[in-house]
């Protein structure tokens, strides 16, 4: 089993920045791939972005160039640094880690972009 502790996340101003972090925790030895879905109310889950092992990325095109993910393997950790917020970019934010048998969630972050 793995566990997932997300944080970061809040209310910004369009333009603004935030920053989210998830710490995996547990059965980490064959996590292959971390990374960030999004969700508004009435929608499903999309992509934001992921890290598979190795210095690969993937980003929804919305994203590219505003957003980065990286990740820390010996904290097996995932980052999200988020520039250049738009209000569309509202939604509860969810960390993803895939093992070669499972995938697990974490709990959710509310971001928030309004002035």
């Known amino acids: 089993q793995v566990q997932l502790v997300e944080s970061g996340g809040g209310l910004v101003q369009p333009g603004g920045s935030l920053s989210l972090s998830c710490a995996a925790s547990?059965?980490?030895?064959?996590?292959?791939?971390m990374g960030w879905y999004r969700q508004t109310p009435g929608k499903q889950r999309e992509l934001v972005a992921t890290?598979?092992?190795?210095?690969?990325?993937n980003y929804a095109s919305s994203v590219k160039g505003r957003f980065t993910i990286s990740r820390d393997n010996a904290k097996n950790t995932v980052y999200l640094q988020m520039n250049s917020l738009k209000p569309e970019d509202t939604a509860v934010y969810y960390c993803?880690?895939?093992?070669?048998?499972?995938?697990?969630w974490g709990q959710g972050t509310q971001v928030t972009v309004s002035s």
């Open positions: 547990g059965t980490v030895f064959d996590i292959y791939s």
């Open positions: 993803h880690v895939r093992t070669p048998y499972n995938a697990y």
């Open positions: 890290m598979p092992s190795g210095a690969s990325t």
